[in-house]
């Protein structure tokens, strides 16, 4: 009654014997005490040499004999702080062709040709020297206006004047005497001012030519330098007259806004072919005759 059937025997077959009694006062031990396996020591090769088993172990990559291909690490840190250059990627985005402007030319480097405004052209005393001109034409004129038209400087005034041309052989003298005192004062008035100068100019030609061809013609020959009837004031007038039209008046005179003043062109020299035939028509009416008479082949 005692005994268990169920626990093994020692005579039964396939069962562990029982373990001995353990000694009084010995720690009980469990297998997870130690969870890590333990290999077992392999034996060392005979032929390797005990200077290889205690050399120290590679430290650097050069040491580790890597693949060359594969990148170093001191050039991966390089690449990532940005101080090594780096391949760029291929760039496989569509390309567009797209018109290319040329650079603007640089300006202290290379030549450039300016086009200046009429406002900038640069013309020393030219202005000058045409307002001198001016006076000098137009105050001879208005002297010798005032002389015939009010008598000032010892002139023979109005009715002296038509006395004078009428013993000279002009006709319709009531005419001819106004249109003298006015191409004379007025227009040596506008030519001093430099105002309306085509005009202006065109109208003391006109006077200086018929009086040129007055004198040459009361006697044969080339009178330039005779004694009472010398043509060389009225020659050196006419020609500035003519040249004031052609040149124009300058920046110094009430026309200097026009483009007669400074760029005179077609119109001046229309002006000046006008004149002299407007002289030629009035020397035909108003007097006639052949003033060339007895000058060279004439």
Known sequence: MTEKPNEPTADAPGSTPPASPRPAGETVRSPFDS????????????????????????RTDEELGLDPEVPLYAEMK???NGTAPTVPAADTAPTYAFASIPPAPGGATEPTTRIRRRGDERRGTLDLGLLLLRLVVGGTFVYHGLQKAAGWFN?????????????GGWKHTDLAAPLLIA?????????ALGLATP?????????????????????????YKAEKVSVEIESILAGASAAIILTGPGRLSLDRGRGWATRPFLGS?????????????AYIYLHGGNPLEGVGPF
């Open 35 to 58: 969870p890590t396996e333990q290999f077992a020591a392999t034996a060392v090769k005979a032929d390797v040499k005990k200077s290889e088993l205690t050399k120290e172990p590679p």
């Open 78 to 80: 390089e690449a990532i």
């Open 155 to 167: 002139g023979p005034g109005y009715d002296g004047i038509r006395t004078a041309m009428e013993n």
């Open 183 to 191: 191409g004379e004062l007025g227009g040596g008035i506008l030519v």
């Open 199 to 223: 005009l202006a100019a065109g109208a003391v030609l006109a006077v200086m030519i018929d009086a040129w061809l007055w004198k040459q013609g009361m006697a044969p020959g080339f009178q």
């Open 269 to 281: 020299l229309a002006a000046l072919v006008a004149s002299i035939a407007a002289a030629i028509l």
